[in-house]
């Protein structure tokens, strides 16, 4: 049986990777960065599409995204566009292994692990193992 989780972002219907990869760099030419594009694009694309956007943004310019806003963002922004850019399993797999290592409360581990089916909660530990070995 499949998961079928009820997403709140829908796939666009005009979506262009290459474009988007493009406005992107353009954020982020010349003197300080023009955040409110970073905005429109990431922040209503779906994490499959930020991933397409990320691998176009390698193909084009031969640098990767998320250094590139690293670079030149900081704060919070600068973690929300990263997360943004982290495919799901691998950020919940990230955020699994922040919590162990803050002893937290298991209010964060119910919310990631009970609320995930088992193909989900087998493709974050798959996740988990590969993120762990750079911990």
């Known amino acids: 049986m499949a998961c079928h989780a009820q997403a709140t972002l829908k796939p666009s219907k005009s979506f262009d990777p290459v474009a988007d990869a493009a406005t992107l760099k353009d954020c982020m030419v010349g003197l300080g960065t023009d955040e409110q594009p970073m905005i429109d694009i990431l ?24 250094d590139n806003l690293r670079n030149e963002l900081s704060g919070d922004f600068e973690a929300t566009l990263v997360a943004l850019l982290t495919p799901t399993n691998d950020f919940l797999a990230e955020e699994l292994s922040s919590l162990l290592e803050l002893d937290t409360k298991e209010d964060s581990f119910v919310e990631i692990l009970c609320t995930r089916c088992n193909e989900e909660m087998i493709a974050i530990v798959e996740a988990y193992e590969n993120v762990s070995r750079y911990f």
Request: positive net charge.
């Open 43 to 66: 922040a209503h694309r779906t994490n499959s599409e930020r991933q397409k956007i990320s691998l176009s943004y390698k193909t084009q310019f031969e640098q990767e995204l998320v």
